[in-house]
């Protein structure tokens, strides 16, 4: 008689602080889904909080296996590792607390995983919810362009089919990864960075031989920042987090991530000396916004977004690349680079 295979555990682990209408909208999204197997809900809440202890209280009362935790407040790496440390599944599921996930995600992590055993990763984009605004769709647009964010792209969108995938194509809000290969490993976020502790973690276990999957109909409904000072931090912080990367992983760098920081000083410089040398770099840019722009707004079939992006993209590169030039002043080229 044939035997029935046990279907794999999956723990959902978040980590939250001071959201709590992101937090129950996520945690709803979660009960709602049409996998009703064997899984737990582990939520780390990071620093004190005492309305998001209440609203999990409550919760908790009327969902199956959400647990969560306080911690005293700590980097997202440490607080997701502190979620790895409790967790009891064969399978972790990381999301943020301001996600929507979709009714069949879960199976679609679960059901993947069962049937390839060779794969230790999988992850799916992120992208803007029906009801977001104009300007949370827009930002979303620059990052789903090669122009806007080369092969980060796939994080913030559906392309293609299964594919193999890197550190640079999976994102931390949409990201799963089987318990075994993490305790084999013995790898866990990094601690230190202020983000991207998922491309570090993911780049030990490249190096390890784990095989990551890229699922392009894993799709998270991710809300994005609602307006240019958010968005700005927000590329600004990832410019940091890719520094730190670099330092950590030299061989993970990338002419592309600098090109920025480059455009950066280059319209310092152009600016302070009036020198038409530097104006040629600028001028290219400009003109690769404006392609980029129309293309993507046409493919959107949103001519409002095509002014939108001419600004966008702008904003995204330099904030980005003061990010990534403030790390490098902050902490000596010289420690950086001597490793390349």
Do not use: W
């Amino acid at each position: 008689m044939k035997t029935q295979k046990k279907t794999p555990k999956l723990s959902v682990v978040v980590a939250t602080h001071n959201r709590q209408a992101q937090l129950k909208r996520c945690i709803d999204s979660v009960y709602s889904s049409d996998f009703n197997q064997n899984y737990e809900v582990i939520v780390v809440v990071n620093g004190e909080c005492k309305k998001s202890i209440k609203l999990l209280r409550e919760l908790s009362r009327s969902r199956k296996n959400l647990i969560y935790y306080k911690i005293e407040k700590t980097t997202l790496g440490a607080t997701r590792n502190h979620g790895i440390s409790k967790a009891q599944g064969d399978i972790l599921y990381f999301i943020d607390d301001d996600v929507i996930v979709p009714q069949d995600n879960l199976s679609k992590v679960v059901g993947l995983f069962s049937k390839h055993a060779d794969v230790d990763v999988l992850g799916g984009p992120n992208i803007s919810p029906i009801e977001s605004s104009r300007f949370q769709r827009y930002s979303g647009y620059v990052l789903q362009t090669y122009f806007g964010a080369a092969n980060m792209r796939y994080r913030y969108g559906s392309f293609g089919k299964n594919t193999p995938a890197d550190e640079r194509m999976l994102i931390l809000c949409n990201l799963a990864i089987r318990a075994d290969s993490l305790k084999k490993s013995k790898v866990r976020f990094d601690s230190d960075v202020v983000r991207n502790e998922e491309n570090i973690l993911l780049q030990h276990m490249t190096e390890k031989g784990h095989k990551m999957i890229y699922m392009p109909d894993l799709i998270m409904y991710h809300d994005r920042r609602k307006n240019i000072y958010g968005f700005a931090s927000q590329l600004f912080m990832y410019g940091r987090g890719r520094i730190q990367n670099i330092a950590k992983y030299p061989e993970t760098f990338n002419p592309l991530f600098i090109m920025p920081a480059m455009l950066v000083v280059d319209t310092i410089i152009y600016f302070v000396t009036s020198n038409a040398l530097f104006a040629a770099p600028i001028i290219t840019y400009l003109l690769l916004d404006f392609v980029s722009s129309s293309v993507k707004s046409y493919r959107e079939k949103d001519i409002i977004s095509f002014f939108a992006l001419l600004f966008l993209f702008p904003i995204a590169h330099f904030s980005y690349g003061l990010g990534f030039t403030y790390e490098i002043l902050k902490n000596g080229s010289e420690k950086i680079f001597s490793r390349l």
